[in-house]
């Protein structure tokens, strides 16, 4: 009976991890450049003395799905969504993290930033003199109209690094950033933007609804099966007062 507990246990805290993968997911589905959590385990084998035959789940990271979300037309300027494969390096203290969220906003200092933290550009962390107009060009590079000089002048300001990582050395941090194991990472010439586009979530909400119903299932089956250990220790229990 104690190999179907096991069984059983191990496959209910399986489910339980792969539900909050998939709930976070479904929460995200309208964040901009979200991507999707992958998830994945492995069965680890009891250690002790006759538990030879006993093994346990062991959840595992199971990386980042990067394939690309649907891209939509806004019109803004600080708005770019990558064309392909590739990510925006942000700065995050003396690291980079990644994302794909092409979302800008200038800082009361002209820093740029998304979700709150600076753009990297090719001098650090991008700076943003006043401006009448800005556009940003498919390599990255940021050009502006200053408001204090020549209107007929436009100036190249900085350009936006752009990276180009293997998706299997990517994770995520606690505040769902993409990072890797070094601190940072080379620019990609290839990596391209479209200004005045912003790209949607990856994650599909009919696939997401589809494996929760499943594990929900599934979970259910496990706990049934902890109910048929239980009557069958309880029968075997009174067989050995029987006799």
């Known amino acids: 009976m ?19 993968i998939h709930a976070n997911n479904l929460a995200n589905v309208n964040t901009e450049g979200f991507r999707q959590d992958l998830e994945r385990a492995q069965s680890e084998q009891v250690n002790g003395e006759g538990y030879a035959s006993r093994f346990l789940v062991e959840p595992q990271n199971g990386g980042v799905d990067m394939t690309p979300g649907a891209v939509r037309e806004t019109g803004r300027n600080l708005d770019v969504a990558i064309k392909g494969n590739g990510l925006i390096a942000l700065s ?16 009361p200092d002209g820093d740029l930033l998304i ?5 990297e550009g090719d001098n650090g962390p991008i700076i943003l003199p006043t401006f009448t107009s800005l556009s940003i060009g498919d390599d990255g590079i940021i050009t ?10 436009a100036i190249d300001v900085d350009r936006i690094k752009l990276v180009d990582i293997a998706p299997n050395t990517l994770s995520k941090n606690e505040n769902g950033f993409l990072v890797t194991q070094a601190a940072t990472n080379p620019r990609s010439e290839e990596v391209e933007v479209a200004s005045g586009h912003i790209e949607t979530s990856n994650v599909s909400p009919i696939g997401e609804m ?4 499943a594990l929900n299932r599934q979970f259910e089956a ?9 009557d069958m220790a309880t029968a075997g229990n009174r067989l050995l007062r029987g006799s």
């Open 92 to 107: 995050d203290g003396n690291r980079e993290v990644y994302t794909r969220n092409g979302g800008m906003q200038v800082g």
């Open 210 to 213: 589809v494996a929760s119903i």
């Open 115 to 119: 979700n709150g933290l600076p753009v």
């Open 144 to 153: 502006i109209i200053p408001d204090d000089g020549d209107v007929t002048q």
């Open 222 to 230: 496990q706990i049934k099966m902890m109910k048929a250990a239980e």
């Open 2 to 20: 104690d190999k179907l507990i096991y069984t059983a246990v191990s496959g209910a805290a399986r489910n339980l991890s792969q539900q909050r």
